[in-house]
């Protein structure tokens, strides 16, 4: 199985990274335990597939916002 990385949405557009884990499950745990807000979005990225989806603190998945670009394009600011 392919690493799930984790990325806070920020207030400003940003994403900054949380952890990677190894399933869905986990992905959902580490999400809920990092939660401010239920109103908090996450990015759940698919290293492999290279596919993220965007999962909010109240359990309500949402269209992705953020991309992870290519490696030849520009990386998300990930400070």
């Not at 335990?33 to 965007?54: K, M, N, Q, W």
Request: aromatic letters at 6%.
């Amino acid at each position: 199985m392919e690493l799930l990385n984790i990325y806070r949405h920020e207030p400003d557009g940003s994403l900054s990274w949380i952890t990677s884990v190894g399933s869905v499950k986990m992905a959902r745990a580490i999400i809920h335990s990092s939660a401010v807000s239920p109103s908090d979005e996450f990015l759940i990225y698919d290293t492999g597939a290279r596919e993220g989806v965007t999962l909010r603190a109240d359990g309500h998945w949402l269209p992705a916002k953020n991309r992870i670009k290519r490696d030849s394009e520009v990386a998300p600011n990930l400070g």
